[in-house]
């Protein structure tokens, strides 16, 4: 079957940096999204890999290492803003994303 | 409209009823997509349209039914619904044909409430 796993919930302290990591096996790999979620709002595009290595957008990084089925998301210079569900996905044989079932991450001052 | 727009917002349903929810994109999308998502769950396509005309099941299509008799519009109906199908709904679309890149917009959700 097709599996993401992805902590439940992680907690950071605002100004600190963290790290939301990401496994997955699924049929196929076409590439690997990560996306924020605000509560009571619907996700939006964060980050994109279908190659190995380390994605720099801003604040906001992005691994992957294909071989080892494994991502992570890092967040620098976290704000309070910052606080949401962090969702990872992965596009797979078919073309479909399949979902893990998000990371809330909680902020503290 | 800009983007992805979905209605109603939220919806109380009494068990039995038929309900139909409604999803209109402007960015002339070729696909289209419907989602479940529950506490605890990721996002779980029920239904998906890869360009008009043509539909597909998901992973969780049963009780369900969609459309895509234009780009536009993808309606997903629940011809008796269940409590089970309390959920937040969301539609989403992407330009498909960019194999290489398929980012997925989202409509902002409808809650479902079936009593």
């Known amino acids: 079957g097709q599996n993401i796993d992805q902590p439940t919930e992680m907690t950071a302290t605002e100004g600190a940096i963290v790290q939301i990591n990401c496994t997955y096996q699924t049929s196929g790999f076409n590439g690997l999204f990560w996306y924020q979620q605000h509560a009571g709002e619907a996700p939006t595009f964060l980050s994109y890999?279908?190659l190995d290595g380390l994605e720099e957008k801003g604040r906001f990084s992005s691994f992957l290492s294909r071989s080892k089925g494994y991502s992570y998301l890092l967040l620098k210079e976290l704000q309070m803003k910052d606080s949401a569900s962090y969702l990872c996905?992965?596009?797979?044989?078919?073309?479909?994303?399949?979902w893990g079932a998000g990371t809330k991450l909680i902020i503290k001052p | 409209i800009a983007g992805i727009t979905q209605a109603p917002t939220s919806q109380i349903l009494a068990a039995g009823r038929r309900m139909t929810l409604r999803c209109t994109q402007d960015?002339?999308?070729?696909?289209m997509y419907w989602y479940r998502q529950d506490l605890g769950l990721g996002l779980r396509l029920i239904h998906y349209s890869n360009t008009a005309g043509t539909t597909g099941k998901g992973e969780v299509p049963d009780g369900y039914s969609v459309s895509r008799a234009n780009t536009d519009d993808f309606p997903l109906t629940l011809a008796s619904a269940v409590p089970s199908q309390t959920s937040v709904y969301f539609c989403?679309?992407?330009?498909?044909?960019?194999?290489?890149?398929?980012?997925?917009?989202f409509g902002p959700g409808t809650r479902l409430t079936v009593l």
């Open positions: 890999n279908v």
């Open positions: 989403a679309s992407s330009d498909s044909r960019r194999f290489s890149y398929n980012e997925q917009f």
């Open positions: 996905a992965v596009l797979d044989s078919n073309y479909q994303l399949i």
């Open positions: 960015m002339r999308h070729n696909a």
